[in-house]
């Protein structure tokens, strides 16, 4: 597994390649994220880092939390994430990790959470053509029969039915850094990421080779 980072999505912008043509970017703010816990495979059966980002105040964490981020002395983070990794060796608890870590051109997998929809039908979220829009076919976006009813007597698992859109996690992979200001912690990636703005981001360097 590679490494990355937390961060939060600002938006979508665009910028101009050498060529003069338009690329479209998403802006990410990742603000240092700090090393909290190194787990190892004599510990926890597996070499991982927990990352924090986002500080708060002492006071809006439960105490369990404020005894576990004290370990670090960095203070308390609102957002969590963990990172497997070959080895932790090279990481001490308390680092910080910032954009430092990408590089112009390189390749990144990005995780989030999509915008959630709420209840929607099946035509909306399953692309459903739908019946006829006649007067009186009586049959306009219904999902139609998901069943027979002596054999097998029941519905089965899987069936495309009106139900709860989005909110769910997605990774996109293989986006090209396209650029970095680690003076103000922003990194630019070609393409669009999951989630509405503000929301939290995974940054990983890219397991598969991009094509």
Do not use: C
């Not at 970017?25 to 924090?52: C, R």
């Not at 964490?61 to 203070?75: D, I, R, S, W």
């Not at 983070?77 to 060796?89: C, I, N, P």
């Not at 996690?169 to 293989?174: D, E, K």
């Amino acid at each position: 597994m590679k490494m990355g980072i937390i961060g939060r999505k600002l938006g979508m912008s665009q910028v101009f390649s050498e060529d003069g043509s338009t690329v479209p970017v998403t802006v990410i703010e990742a603000e240092p994220s700090v090393v909290l816990q190194k787990k190892t495979k004599e510990t926890d059966g597996y070499e991982a880092l927990q990352l924090g980002y986002g500080r708060v105040a002492q006071n809006r964490v439960t105490k369990a939390l404020q005894g576990h981020f004290n370990k670090a002395e960095k203070g308390s983070f609102r957002k969590l994430a963990e990172f497997k990794v070959e080895t932790t060796g090279n990481h001490d608890v308390g680092q910080e990790l910032g954009v430092g870590i990408f590089n112009v051109g390189d390749h990144v997998d990005i995780v989030g959470t999509s915008k959630g929809k709420g209840f929607a039908g099946v035509v909306k979220r399953h692309g459903f053509r739908g019946g006829r829009k006649s007067h009186g076919s009586m049959f306009h976006r219904a999902p139609g029969s998901i069943g027979a009813s002596a054999e097998p007597s029941r519905v089965f698992k899987g069936q495309r039915l009106p139900g709860h859109m989005g909110s769910v996690r997605i990774t996109v992979q293989n986006l090209l850094v396209w650029a970095i200001d680690e003076d103000r912690n922003i990194l630019l990636v070609k393409g669009a990421v999951p989630g509405s703005k503000k929301g939290y981001l995974l940054v990983k360097k890219a397991i598969k080779k991009a094509g």
